[in-house]
């Protein structure tokens, strides 16, 4: 199976950039998906297609997607954007189809 | 926008089975796939299957192939996920999660999750 690694935590102080990473093998060459859950509440789309927002999601969110790794950037970061967040992508070629990256925890100092 | 509602929390044993609902509304049935993920305590998100609703066809994880069976009943729009043969380390919180046909790459909506819990 297709594996996506995130760093288990991210801090970041109110006001700067965050940058959460999702590493897979030549994830560049797939399209990249996040997905933020705050505490006790379900996912909610907030990249899609490597870079593109649904509406509804600020433009202080935005990603990129390149060789082994993508990224989620998110500036002027604020007490909201605390949340665990997720990567996905879908591969026809491996067994799950859909594959969730591992997690990461943002914590807003 | 669909909205999905999904049914309340389960309480069962182990070997048993549990049946979720997810009811949508705000959209035709026929244009989405219905999908079901699943977050164990304090664990991450996993996939477990989708369904077409407008064909019923569908398609597995293969860890949950023949444990899962995903039905739908398109005059209530209302699709059904039952997990059959349970152990406790099928006790998690049961999403789910919409995404067009036409681009089914990423999960677009979510239902507010089902609690269950498998416990002797």
């Known amino acids: 199976s297709y594996v996506l690694t995130q760093p288990p935590s991210v801090s970041v102080a109110p006001g700067n950039t965050a940058r959460i990473t999702c590493g897979g093998d030549?994830?560049?060459?797939?399209?990249v998906h996040w997905y933020r859950q705050r505490p006790g509440q379900a996912p909610v789309l907030v990249i899609y297609y490597d870079e593109d927002r649904p509406s509804g999601i600020p433009e202080r969110f935005s990603g990129s997607n390149s060789g082994n790794t993508a990224t989620l950037t998110i500036t002027r970061v604020e007490a909201g954007d605390e949340a665990d967040y997720y990567c996905?992508?879908?591969?026809?070629?491996?067994?799950?189809?859909?594959?969730f990256g591992t997690g990461t925890k943002f914590t807003v100092l | 926008q669909v909205l999905l509602v999904q049914s309340g929390p389960e309480v069962t044993k182990p070997g048993a089975s549990v049946k979720v609902s997810c009811k949508a509304s705000g959209q035709r049935f026929s244009t989405y796939y219905v999908h079901w993920v699943r977050q164990a305590p304090g664990q991450g998100l996993e996939w477990m299957a989708r369904i077409n609703p407008t064909s019923g066809d569908t398609h597995f994880a293969q860890k949950f192939q023949g444990r899962v069976t995903m039905t739908r009943d398109t005059s209530a729009n209302t699709a059904y996920m039952q997990l059959s043969r349970l152990t406790f380390d099928d006790t998690a919180i049961y999403y789910c999660?919409?995404?067009?046909?036409?681009?089914?790459?990423?999960?677009?909506?979510w239902g507010q999750g089902t609690q269950v819990t498998v416990s002797s």
């Open positions: 996905q992508v879908w591969d026809s070629d491996t067994d799950p189809s859909y594959v």
């Open positions: 030549n994830i560049g060459i797939k399209t």
């Open positions: 999660t919409t995404s067009s046909v036409r681009d089914w790459y990423y999960f677009d909506v």
